[in-house]
């Protein structure tokens, strides 16, 4: 049976390179499939990884209806055996509805790839209505690393390497950023108390106490 399925992890986890894979083999088989994203890193209308892989997709616009896409497409002439939809935490709500609909009247798989929560540790509104109506949601177990070496749990943004907690809820950037805005991977504790790698090492050059040798005279 054709499923709707969720994975999603942190940032650095590998969920574009997972949505390539099995990108990779499914057309090694022969198959063709129908890729959506919006806003990836390399730029519109392209899947990235990290790892420097990159393919072709279909950049989603604001109100676009991905189930018209597809039966349009169909009924032109195109071939789509399954879909992928990586970043799909920037999909809208009804944007999902329409890939569980692809399942349910169209026969195919959907692979969904997406950060389930943002900087502030809230819900995006398309991963939510993934959890809510996903056949499996499946965490990704290459575990990205909070800079402690805990295990990331959290995603963080970042500006000058300072965390933030306020702002647009989308706004594209990078991990390993620091010079505007940036993204980095952090543990619940270290998330809580707003402490980027960057803040650690200023913390670690900066303490509070200077050590004074014995036997010195301050005048």
């Known amino acids: 049976m054709p499923e709707l399925v969720f994975f ?50 279909v950049e989603v616009e604001d109100g676009q209806d991905l189930y018209a896409y597809l039966v349009d497409h169909l009924s032109q002439g195109g071939r789509a055996d399954y879909v992928i939809a990586d970043e799909a935490q920037f999909l809208a709500e ?37 959890v809510e109506l996903a056949d499996r949601v499946e965490v990704l177990q290459v575990e990205a690393l909070c800079w402690c070496g805990a295990r990331a749990t959290h995603n963080a943004r970042t500006v000058g390497g300072v965390m933030v907690v306020e702002g647009a809820q989308v706004v594209v950037g ?31 050059l900066s303490p509070d106490v200077l050590p004074v040798a014995s036997g010195c005279e301050l005048g």
């Open 94 to 130: 009804e944007q999902i509805d329409q890939l569980a609909r692809v399942v349910d009247d169209l026969g195919m798989d959907v692979y969904a790839f997406g950060i389930t929560t943002d900087f502030r540790s809230k819900l995006f509104p398309g991963s939510q209505r993934l």
């Open 174 to 204: 990078d991990v390993n950023q620091a010079d505007t805005v940036g993204y980095e991977v952090l543990c619940r504790r270290h998330h809580r108390r707003r402490m980027t790698s960057a803040s650690a090492r200023a913390g670690a």
């Open 8 to 57: 999603s992890g942190t940032m650095d986890c590998g969920k574009s390179t997972l949505a390539l894979q099995i990108e990779h083999n499914r057309s090694a088989r022969g198959l063709q499939g129908m890729i959506f994203t919006r806003d990836d890193r390399a730029g519109q209308g392209k899947l990235s990884s990290r790892l420097g892989l990159v393919t072709d997709a």
